[in-house]
């Protein structure tokens, strides 16, 4: 059973919006960190967003700072990723994580250990 699913992607024109859940299921992240990172064809799986286990922190990524924020609701498992403005640039797989080891926000990559399966974000010109 995968742990975290994503939906809410699509294909949306520049300038529009998009929110992106990520659920959790089989077990509770709600003592964990959470984050949004994406990843364009041929390119490294970038950060986009994270946010501590309370929500009381949350860091962005410089290329979507002041367009995306990130939210999350422990009572239901869930965490978004509201997405305005949105640029031709931001086209690619979305994938929700969760760093269960680590309750404060986290940029680095390598502390999430859960993924979800990810979801396509297209967005035309």
């Known amino acids: 059973q995968v742990p975290l699913v ?3 992607g699509g294909l949306v024109q520049a300038g529009g919006s998009l929110r992106l859940s990520c659920a959790a299921s089989g077990r ?3 003592s964990s960190a959470m ?3 994406r990843q364009a064809p041929g390119k490294e799986r970038e950060f ?3 946010i501590s286990w309370n929500g009381g922190t949350t860091y962005y990524g410089d290329s979507v700072k002041g367009r995306f924020t990130i939210s999350r609701d422990n009572a239901q498992n869930t965490v978004y990723l509201q997405m305005n403005s949105l640029k ?3 086209t690619a797989v979305y994938y929700c994580a969760a ?3 680590r309750a404060i926000a986290t ?3 390598r502390e999430y250990n859960y993924w979800g ?3 396509q974000v297209t967005v035309s010109s």
């Open 6 to 8: 994503e939906s809410g």
């Open 28 to 30: 509770s992240f709600g």
């Open 35 to 37: 984050g949004w990172f």
């Open 48 to 50: 986009v967003a994270t």
């Open 88 to 90: 031709t640039e931001d």
């Open 99 to 101: 760093a269960s080891r």
């Open 107 to 109: 940029i680095n990559r």
């Open 117 to 119: 399966q990810g979801t």
